[in-house]
């Protein structure tokens, strides 16, 4: 049973290495809309008129898309000057309770929530009405929504791997990251 735990705490690894690296692809999207609008208003002195908002849009779907690998690699900054006297079982112990009973009721009702305004969104064929452009605000929403969800199922993943390793069932090597030497 621990291995068809850890083989599925695995997946779900590959899934946020997944929506991390199209969010790479959207940040190469976002340097291209933005040197774009750089050459189009100082070289030729015609401004877009959609450069601000693809920009903003495809910046918070990278934040977000990359939140789940993030949190798989224990990059969110944290004050750990306390947290590293913790001995190793309390700090399981704490990540599990905290990610479990608090984060992630917490993230789950707010990915419902946008997976709802996305799907509305999409729907109606709204509009982002606050710019000149106009865009659908859909396909935005929707990455809000898929990097929620994206994180929320790692936040699952590590709560129970945290659980597990209180328990003291360790992680099996994993054959696609690079050992910790």
Do not use: C
């Amino acid at each position: 049973m621990s291995q068809t735990i850890h083989r599925l705490l695995r997946g779900v690894d590959r899934l946020s290495d997944a929506t991390a690296a199209l969010a790479v692809g959207l940040m190469a999207v976002m340097i291209g809309a933005t040197l774009y609008e750089i050459v189009a208003r100082y070289v030729f002195n015609a401004p877009t008129i959609w450069s601000n908002d693809v920009s903003t849009m495809l910046n918070g779907s990278v934040f977000l898309l990359a939140a789940g690998h993030t949190l798989r690699n224990d990059g969110h900054v944290r004050i750990d000057v306390v947290w590293q006297m913790l001995p190793a079982r309390a700090r399981h112990g704490v990540q599990a309770v905290f990610l479990l009973g608090v984060f992630a009721p917490v993230l789950g009702l707010g990915t419902y929530y946008a997976i709802v305004k996305a799907w509305r969104a999409w729907e109606r064929g709204s509009v982002e009405t606050a710019s000149a452009w106009e865009p659908l605000i859909w396909p935005f929403l929707t990455a809000l929504a898929v990097g929620l969800l994206g994180l929320l199922i790692q936040v699952v993943a590590e709560g129970v791997r945290n659980g597990l390793r209180l328990a003291g069932i360790a992680d099996p090597p994993d054959p696609t990251r690079p050992s910790a030497s």
